[in-house]
Every structure is written in C-alpha cells, then in structure tokens.
C-alpha cells in the first residue's frame, strides 16, 4: 500500500507545481501587463519599450521581493491530512486559472490574487470545514490588533484599492495646480519620471504577484514533510520569476486596452499620479506580507486620476464593471471551488 500511497502523492506534487507554473504565466498576462497600460497609452514609451521594462523589472521583483506573501498565502488554511492538503492546492490553482482566463477573454481586469485565495478558502472549507481556515479575526480583535491570514488579505485588499484612488485623486489635484502654467515642455519630464513609476510599480507588482505561486509550490513540496515550510527554493523563485516575465509580453495586450483607453485618455500627466501611488499601493502591501490585486490597485488609480480630471470624462460604466469583478471573485471562485473539491475528492481517494 506504500508504494502506490506514495506514487499518487507524488503525482500530486507533480501537477500542482506544474498548475502553479501555469498560473504564473496567466498571471503575467492578467496582472503584470496591466502596469504598462497608462505608462503606453500616455505614450511615454512604445509598446516594445513599454512591454519590455514591465517584464525586466517584474522578473527583478520575483527574484528580489522576499518571502513575505508566500507565507502568508501558506498560512491561510491547514489541514491534517497531506492529500486534502494537496488536492485543496490542486483545486484552488484550477478555479484560479480558470478565473484568470474567462476575465482575460473578456478583457475584465480582475484579480488573480483574490481567486486563488477563495480558491484556497473554497477547497479548504469544502475538505474539512470552517475551523481549518485562518480567518485571523480573533487576533485583530485581541489587544494587539495583530493583522493575519483572512483578516489581513481583506484589510489590505479594502487599503490598497483605497490608496489607489484617494491617492491619485490627490496627487493630480496637486499636479493640475502645480503644473498649471507649465509649458508643454514638461511632458518630458514627465516622460522620465513615468519610466521611474513604471519601474517601481513593475518591480513590486512581480515581488507581490510572485509570492502566492511560490506559497503554493512549497507547500505541496514540504506537505509529507515534517519540517514544514522554512524557505522557497531557489528554483521555484526562478521559475516563477521567468514565467511571469513571459506572461506579461505575451498576452496582456487586451486588459491595457482597458486599462488604457477605456476610461478616460490618459496624458504623461495622468500616467505619472496613476502610477506613483499604484507602486506605493503595492509596495505598502508586499512589506506587510498581504497578497494583494496590481490589477485592482492600478484601476481605482487610473479612476481617481480620472475623478480629479474631469468626472464627465471618465467612462464610469467601464468602471463599475471593474468593480463588479472586485466584488464577485472572491465569492464565485469560493463556490467554485467548494463544489469543484467535492466533485474531484471521491476520484482521487480523499
């Protein structure tokens, strides 16, 4: 019974690094080509430019932006049993694959962060209940008001959304008065100060971004092993890096659109306020180890430039359907999940 106990766990660890590898590529093209939008459609660099850095500097962040977020990830359910374990990663990587392909198709800037945690949450509920869920609300309530597992995700995925609007709105308040007798000479300026942003957003977004696949790979490494998880490999790192890189050129063109063009016209300008405070967004974010949406953050900055512009200007439908996807993703992909892990559980033995 040992051998064939072993050989399914194995084939287990197999697919889910290989699903996580996959993600992170489809992660690329739904999150990290959403930090060339407003960079491009102000027309700071060429597409190729453009395209280019974001990937460079996104591969930088994976290799250099610590463990933080994956142990957060890692963190967020536990479960006795090292199978239930494996196929609730399985599941969760899956559904959040799934969600990551329908929102491109449809060229919706969703957010891949928020499906694999109801992903996670989802198949972990589904496997063994409530209790096995680190929703983290008694510690905020204790005196410390200490911030983990479900509790931090949602506090940051509100703060972070938060900074990214009201953050912008203010900033271009202050730009507009700031540069209103400017001649048209400091575009340029404002050119190289967009690559700065750029670079800084792109640099934490892969910091961020990154982390949830590696959480998930080391997981289902260390999930017989009863070490547990004490660091990320080097080649997992690599890997993660390399694949988001290729995502973000390969497909991400149809959500810059969006991003891009679809709320408002974005000037130099509006790119630089869009993404000083996306990048602080993010950065915020990674340091405190919270998993949080580039995508999301980057299009409530791109709306509270726009809000700051002119209202009338701004394509508030495009909007709301942004926000829907906000709002929906993290209760469809738990149901999704949930059912999916009970669909799959008598197949695999769990």
């Not at 430019?49 to 142990?71: H, I, K, N, P, R």
């Not at 690559?195 to 289902?220: R, V, Y």
């Not at 149809?254 to 996306?278: A, C, E, W, Y």
Request: charged share 10%.
């Amino acid at each position: 019974m040992q051998g064939p106990f072993v050989s399914r766990i194995m084939l287990l660890e197999i697919l889910i690094v290989l699903l996580a590898l996959a993600f992170t590529f489809t992660n690329g093209f739904q999150d990290a080509s959403s930090i060339g939008a407003t960079f491009i459609a102000s027309r700071s660099a060429t597409p190729k430019e453009g395209m280019l850095l974001v990937a460079c500097m996104s591969f930088l962040g994976a290799m250099l932006g610590g463990s933080a977020v994956a142990f957060t990830l890692a963190g967020l359910v536990t479960l006795s049993s090292t199978e239930e374990t494996l196929l609730v990663l399985m599941v969760a990587l899956l559904t959040a694959s799934s969600w990551n392909i329908a929102a491109w198709k449809f060229a919706l800037p969703s957010s891949s962060t928020h499906s694999l945690v109801g992903g996670l949450i989802g198949a972990g509920i589904s496997a063994a209940g409530t209790g096995n869920v680190n929703w983290g609300f008694g510690a905020f309530l204790s005196p410390t008001h200490e911030l983990t597992g479900v509790t931090l995700v949602l506090f940051f995925f509100v703060a972070s959304v938060m900074i990214g609007f009201f953050g912008s709105y203010a900033m271009h308040r202050i730009t507009s008065i700031a540069l209103r007798n400017a001649q048209k000479t400091v575009n340029k300026t404002l050119i190289r100060l967009n690559w700065i942003a750029a670079a800084a957003m792109a640099f934490f977004n892969g910091a961020n971004d990154t982390q949830k696949q590696m959480g998930i790979i080391a997981l289902a490494l260390v999930a017989a092993s009863p070490e547990g998880l004490t660091g990320i490999p080097f080649w997992v790192r690599l890997a993660c890096a390399v694949l988001l890189a290729a995502g973000t050129i390969s497909g991400g063109w149809r959500i810059m659109n969006t991003l891009g063009n679809r709320i408002f016209k974005i000037s130099p300008v509006h790119s630089f306020d869009s993404q000083f405070f996306s990048a602080a967004s993010l950065g915020i974010s990674t340091l405190a180890g919270a998993p949080v949406s580039s995508n999301q953050v980057i299009s409530m900055s791109v709306l509270g430039v726009g809000a700051a512009e002119n209202p009338k200007k701004v394509r508030w439908t495009t909007g709301k359907h942004i926000l829907i996807a906000m709002a929906s993703t993290f209760v469809v992909t738990m149901a999704i999940a949930a059912l999916l892990y009970r669909i799959l559980a008598p197949f695999m033995g769990v």
